[in-house]
């Protein structure tokens, strides 16, 4: 599998799962029900990852494939694969606020190296090419033709006044705390793996999470953030944060411009 064939295929089926989630989130009314762990899950996470995983399948057969909404692939083990959120921010989605993205990531050594955010409800997508520069495509997303690219980059970030995103459903205590080690000139609230992204786009400084997360939502937007020049460190001693760990879930974890002076834990 090269990164020439791979970037088109999660690009398309990143779309094609917009597109069904949308169909979904436009709908009268959709059921919710809730996992063993107390997450909600809708028809639209299920549709998603069917359509992302069964494309997935049949491009790259022989790649290990981790996916939120399978189970049975949470046992696997590996330091390269690829890993599915089909939508990240189910509750964004539940209370109909926009903020939720289909994510695919490929993890390479333990590091994901390209991916894919798409949030179909605010119109905007990032990913990384094939050489690893990460970009944002306006337009129509034609699935068979990229639009209009622009790279996006890190913010040289103002130490003295920094912008802040946190998360809008898992903030904290504990979150609020970190922050105000930091001289903030504004905070932003934003849902799902977008918080990655609006530092790629120099839109934001700094994100802490002091919160559980697990590998399949951080994946795609911590690559696409590598891809802007940022970063994705443990929160307790600064070491980047790896993927294929047990359980494929995150410790604590900071995604920042490199430029942002980190505070300790």
């Known amino acids: 599998m090269t990164y020439d064939a791979l970037i088109p ?6 779309l094609e799962a917009g597109d069904k989630i949308m169909e979904i989130y436009n709908s009268d009314d959709f059921e919710v029900k809730m996992k063993s762990d107390d997450s909600p899950v809708t028809a639209a996470d299920e549709a ?16 290990m494939l ?7 692939t ?11 959120d089909p939508l990240d921010g189910t509750k964004e989605f539940v209370h109909r606020r926009g903020d939720f993205t289909v994510n695919i990531a490929l993890v390479e050594g333990g590091v994901p190296t390209r991916g894919v955010v798409y ?7 990032f ?20 639009g209009d690219l622009s790279p996006i980059k890190v913010a040289d970030s103002d130490n003295a006044a920094l912008l802040v995103v946190a998360s809008k459903s898992h903030r904290d205590q504990a979150t609020d705390d970190y922050i105000n080690k930091y001289a903030v000139k504004d905070m ?3 849902g799902s793996s977008l918080k990655f992204c609006l530092i790629a786009t120099g839109e934001a400084d700094i994100y802490p999470r002091v919160g559980r997360t697990m590998e399949w939502d951080t994946a795609a937007g911590h690559a696409v953030l590598s ?21 494929y879930a995150n410790p604590f974890f900071i995604a920042y411009a490199p430029a942002v002076e980190l505070k300790p834990a």
């Open 9 to 14: 295929v999660i690009r398309r089926l990143a």
């Open 227 to 247: 891809g802007a020049g940022g970063a994705v460190v443990r929160f307790d001693d600064h070491t980047p944060l790896r993927y294929g760990k047990d359980g």
């Open 188 to 190: 932003k609230s934003a």
């Open 66 to 72: 981790v996916t939120e909404e399978q189970a049975a």
């Open 74 to 84: 949470h046992t696997t083990t590996g330091d390269t694969f690829l890993i599915v």
């Open 48 to 63: 998603a990852d069917k359509i992302i995983s069964d494309g997935l399948r049949a491009a790259f057969p022989d790649m």
């Open 119 to 125: 949030a179909p409800a605010r119109g905007r997508m």
């Open 127 to 146: 990913f990384t090419q094939a050489d690893g520069q990460s970009v944002e495509e306006t337009g129509a997303f034609d699935k068979t033709a990229v």
